[in-house]
């Protein structure tokens, strides 16, 4: 079975649905169209895959020709992420590249912006609303900066380390995620919105081609969530440690804190820090690795179970269950012709 390629809390799926609906829009036809099961709305704790999410983000950028999802005054008309990628993709270095981002936002949006500023020792994004604007939610925010550094990250061939990032909304119900999608240096309800990033980027030259934009494109720019994820964090460190082991051969704690060269007690109380537990992240892994087995329609329930640790597909499903609050059914594909995939029955 395939490594897992991460996957998405479902309450970023109900971010964006809420976005439709505020347009008066049924996304209904989206969801079905990204392959999302509407029971997994009703489970706070279900995930989406990155390329669900991906396939939705595109889905609701088609549906309501809006590539920023009806969260600004002005729509961001379909084929202006592209046309941004083409504009960028002449900079000479991520300096220019971040320049030319931001400004074509500000040249399509016209209540949130994002404006450069930068030192030999830092660089950040900080964002503005229009005088008289609404207030904008986290997912507003997230959008922009999705759109914004994934670019650049691409541009420059490598991920920009996020430092902090301040707002002045509340938090949100997935804050875990967005730590993920930022930084641990997360906070919400501070008095002004900004994005603080290592600033070597700005000499670093851009690598990629016209021919290689065309390749971007086809998963951009719903992937960045998963792919430019903070990395610098302990339980990232200890997810590429467990992936550097079969599922039967994953090491006891005490072991692992070993093989990363720290006491237990430091990784299990650094761990905490982070919200997370040495076995929270072990289940995850186990989520996450199935998630992408029943999407993929190609192996059965019951050896899914023994792929991801399992001896009896009954364990399996009462542990699918606790993690995602759904049926591993609820994650099978529908096939195209209306015809429902055949399953392992739970």
């Not at 379909?78 to 040249?107: D, E, P, V």
Request: aromatic fraction near 8%.
């Amino acid at each position: 079975m395939d490594k897992e390629k991460g996957t998405i809390a479902v309450s970023l799926v109900e971010e964006a649905v809420r976005c439709v609906e505020r347009c008066g829009v049924d996304p209904a036809p989206m969801l079905e169209e990204a392959g999302i099961s509407p029971q997994l709305l009703a489970a706070p704790q279900a995930r989406v895959s990155s390329a669900q999410y991906g396939a939705l983000w595109s889905a609701i950028g088609r549906g309501l020709d809006d590539e920023f999802f009806g969260q600004d005054a002005h729509p961001m008309r379909s084929g202006s992420f592209i046309a941004m990628c083409q504009a960028a993709l002449t900079a000479r270095n991520g300096a220019q590249a971040i320049a030319r981002t931001t400004g074509f936002m500000r040249l399509v949006l016209d209540e949130l912006t994002a404006h450069v500023e930068a030192t030999s020792e830092r660089v950040r994004l900080v964002y503005r609303l229009r005088e008289g604007a609404p207030g904008k939610e986290m997912f507003a925010y997230a959008t922009h900066f999705i759109l914004v550094y994934g670019v650049v990250c691409w541009l420059v061939g490598r991920r920009i380390p996020v430092r902090a990032a301040r707002f002045a909304c509340t938090e949100p119900a997935a804050g875990h995620e967005y730590r993920s999608m930022f930084c641990d240096d997360l906070r919400f309800g501070e008095r002004e919105s900004y994005v603080e990033l290592e600033p070597a980027f700005m000499e670093l030259p851009v690598i990629q081609t016209p021919n290689s934009l065309k390749t971007f494109l086809r998963n951009a720019p719903a992937s960045f969530i998963v792919k430019y994820r903070n990395p610098d964090s302990l339980g990232a460190r200890v997810r590429r440690a467990l992936r550097a082991h079969p599922i039967a051969e994953w090491p006891g704690a005490d072991a692992l804190a070993a093989e990363l060269r720290i006491a237990e007690a430091t990784m299990r109380r650094r761990l905490k820090r982070e919200g997370e537990t040495y076995q929270s992240i072990k289940d995850a892994l186990r989520r996450d690795m199935a998630i992408a087995a029943l999407q993929s329609g190609t192996h059965t329930i019951a050896d899914i179970a023994v792929a991801v640790g399992f001896a009896e597909p009954s364990a399996f499903h009462r542990a699918f269950r606790k993690w995602t609050g759904a049926r591993p059914t609820d994650y099978r594909p529908a096939e195209r012709d209306g015809a429902r995939t055949v399953v392992t029955k739970p």
